[in-house]
């Protein structure tokens, strides 16, 4: 059982046995509000991943609009995602204090509203404005919606169930692609690039669906109404005293690494086909199609592994594999069909450790600090994360965009891989209400 006091402790050991390590053995054995509660969060990272790539696939007409320079255009990127850090901890806060699905629904229709906000904005500066109170919303909804999912899937299927929902990432990053294909071959891309931004707003009627048919976790309403009897309430700095801070180092670099390789890759991997393989942005849609059925096949391979294997396993093999692809890609003298090929392994390894994340984090911390403490470690491995998108951009006009690109993947993935070398491994680990 989890220990509370005046600090939290780690969760205890405590952890089930994997009997049935198939890919779809949790979706059989869920009951109808499980089921309800993984297809809205499936549902809410596959738009909060639509939303947050329709910037890099508009970033080149930016560019050429505004007249703005490579790295300035990165700190768009940069800016949404350390407003997401930010906007992670406090949902992530919230959600231990006025409860997972309420805290959701808020970060649904803010991250929506700001979407449509960016479509009238009349200049560089107002979307940057715009893209950081996107980000408050955009690193809350992944805050919540994680420890949600994690909290209601028991432990044997916990890493498939979360992994699952991971993928929603790919398919909404599909959704953005093709929005950018119709929209850039309908309309002239002054106007085209504007209705990207408008169908970034469609998440709010998500909100609906949350409404009616999700409800609290059981672990979590339990803790909270034992915090509110005994007015030992959750604070917002407890996950850095006791023994419980160093857990919160070492996942907040993990996640820092994870996330910032990522993001150097599909922030500039548009602009790379763009520019230095010269493809017109409705040509490029085929390499990116290649990048998202490999990460969408990433996402549900790594979900599998992450109950076969173990969470630290699938994050050691997926880090050095995506090191080793992202050289390939940028740095040889490939073929534009053997690129589109890697394009493949590329999209693989650089999505499929995120499926074991929400649930490594969800096991990490106790139930009173599991939205604190996840919120805070997943959204400032974004913050930090978020500042390579800016330094790919400026080393790139020095360097050039496919160096920067590769460099600054393999300085993040090498920090992923060491830090989550350094972290117990929690498979199967059952989660406790808070006593």
């Known amino acids: 059982m989890d220990t509370v006091g005046g600090q939290g402790t780690a969760p205890s050991a405590e952890a089930v046995e994997i009997r049935d390590a198939s890919l779809t053995a949790f979706y059989r054995s869920m009951t109808t509000p499980e089921r309800h509660t993984f297809w809205a969060c499936a549902a809410g990272w596959c738009l909060d991943g639509m939303d947050f790539m329709i910037y890099p696939l508009v970033i080149g007409t930016i560019i050429a609009l505004w007249k703005v320079d490579p790295g300035t255009a990165g700190l ?56 950081a109170l996107l980000g408050l919303g955009f690193g809350g909804e992944w805050a919540a919606g994680a420890v949600l999912i994690g909290e209601t899937i028991r432990a044997e299927y916990r890493g498939r169930a979360v992994g699952s929902v991971q993928s ?38 998500l909100v609906f669906y949350l409404r009616r048919h999700v409800k609290e976790p059981e672990v979590a309403a339990r803790t909270r109404a034992a915090a509110a009897a005994s007015g030992d309430r959750p604070k917002l700095w407890e996950i850095f005293s006791g023994p419980i801070l160093g857990t919160t180092i070492l996942a907040s670099l993990a996640a ?107 096991e990490l911390y106790p139930t009173r600090l599991r939205g604190s403490g996840q919120g805070f470690c997943y959204n400032f491995g974004r913050g930090l994360g978020a500042l390579f998108p800016a330094l790919v951009g400026y080393l790139s006009e020095r360097v050039g965009l496919a160096s920067a690109i590769a460099l600054f993947a393999a300085i993040a993935y090498g920090m992923f891989f060491l830090a989550a070398f350094a972290l117990p491994e929690t498979r199967g680990r059952v989660l406790h209400a808070d006593t």
């Not at 997401?84 to 808020?106: C, E, H, P």
């Not at 950018?180 to 071959?185: G, N």
Request: aromatic share 16%.
């Open 76 to 131: 768009a990127a940069t800016v949404t995602l350390l407003a997401s850090a930010l906007g992670g901890w406090i949902a992530g806060f919230m959600a231990d204090r006025i409860g997972r699905v309420l805290t959701l629904q808020i970060t649904i229709l803010w991250f929506s509203f700001f979407s449509l906000v960016c479509a009238f904005v009349q200049s560089f500066e107002q979307l940057l404005v715009a893209r």
């Open 168 to 205: 929603g990432w790919a398919i909404g990053w599909g959704l953005a692609v093709l929005s950018q294909a119709i929209l850039f071959s309908a309309l002239p891309p002054e106007s085209a690039w504007r209705w990207m931004f408008a169908v970034g707003a469609l998440p709010a009627l």
């Open 256 to 362: 820092a690494g994870c996330q910032g390789g990522y993001y150097a890759i599909t922030t500039w991997v548009p602009r790379f086909l763009t520019t230095e393989r010269h493809l017109s942005i409705v040509s490029s849609t085929g390499y990116l199609a290649a990048l998202i059925v490999g990460s969408f096949t990433g996402y549900l391979v790594g979900a599998w592994l992450a109950d076969k294997l173990g969470r630290r396993p699938l994050f050691l093999i997926f880090s050095l594999g995506a090191i080793a692809v992202i050289v390939a890609y940028t740095q040889l003298p490939l073929s534009n069909g053997v690129l589109w090929l890697l394009g493949f392994p590329l999209g693989f390894f650089a999505s499929g450790y995120f499926s074991g994340m929400g649930a490594f984090l969800t």
